[in-house]
């Protein structure tokens, strides 16, 4: 995921990726499961030791971006939801905004990564409810230095 942590445009203002979360958490959605809108929030760099997870393991990085790996793809439905502003869609909806919703579905292996927490960018996004199969996922999160 290098290539999409270039940070030409600005977007995370200097701040370097420095690794991935070992806080991983899987997720299973069956018929008719889905997730509310929200937004994720922003974690500080976590590690197990001892088969104990220690939350905040290094003080000198935190989360800026979920990262979605999808583990399957014979399922119906359960798209990715963003919650975009209608009139500049290039940026997350607030409120007040006029809303579009753009939905992403991608093939199992395949990852999703976007802004969270209190970054400027972070969008409301959801999970489309599956009509039928198992949509089966993996969330951590991208740390970058403080």
């Known amino acids: 995921i290098a290539p999409l942590m270039d940070d030409r445009q600005g977007v995370f203002d200097g701040d370097k990726a420095v690794g991935i979360n ?5 997720y299973r959605y069956g018929q008719n ?7 994720d ?4 760099g976590s ?6 997870l220690i939350a905040n393991a290094f003080p000198d990085r935190y989360s800026q971006m979920t990262l979605l790996i999808f583990l399957s793809d014979d399922f119906e439905g359960g798209a990715t939801r963003f919650l975009v502003n209608a009139n500049e869609p290039s940026l997350p909806a607030k409120a007040g905004d006029a809303v579009v919703n753009v939905d992403v579905r991608t093939p199992a292996g395949s990852i999703l990564c ?4 209190m970054h400027p960018l972070h969008c ?23």
């Open 22 to 26: 070992a806080r991983f958490r899987f």
């Open 33 to 39: 499961d889905f997730f509310k809108p929200h937004s």
């Open 41 to 44: 929030g922003a974690w500080p």
């Open 47 to 52: 590690r197990i030791i001892d088969n104990e």
């Open 114 to 117: 976007f802004p969270h927490g």
């Open 124 to 146: 409301i996004h959801s999970s489309v409810p599956i009509t039928n199969g198992v949509k089966y996922i993996i969330r951590s999160d991208v740390l970058f230095t403080l």
